[in-house]
């Protein structure tokens, strides 16, 4: 079996994406499986079968389908550049 680990950043400022869902869209037969990226942007998928597998970013907007090969008893690293939406960045406060 392997893994597969990763972290998503944002493609502006490069700072870790918190809360982006990733998914694997396709691959050897496997449940399905997703992972949310924590406060550092990191993500891991553990107990997978070798092959070649499709990881897909949800976050404001979504990543192009991501290639991962997972040979057995490795762990490859991947990172995902996503584009985020600068007025879900500004102080969306209302004044009363």
Known sequence: M???TGIIRNSSNHAPLEEVNVLIVSGPPHTDMAAV???DGRFSF???RPGNYLLKAYGQV???EIPVEVLAKQTP???IWLETNPASEKDTTLEN
Do not use: A, H, K, Y
Request: net charge negative; hydrophobic share 25%.
């Open 2 to 4: 392997g893994s597969i």
């Open 37 to 39: 990226t924590g406060s």
């Open 46 to 48: 553990n107990s997978l």
């Open 62 to 64: 979504e990543s192009d």
């Open 77 to 79: 690293f991947v990172e």
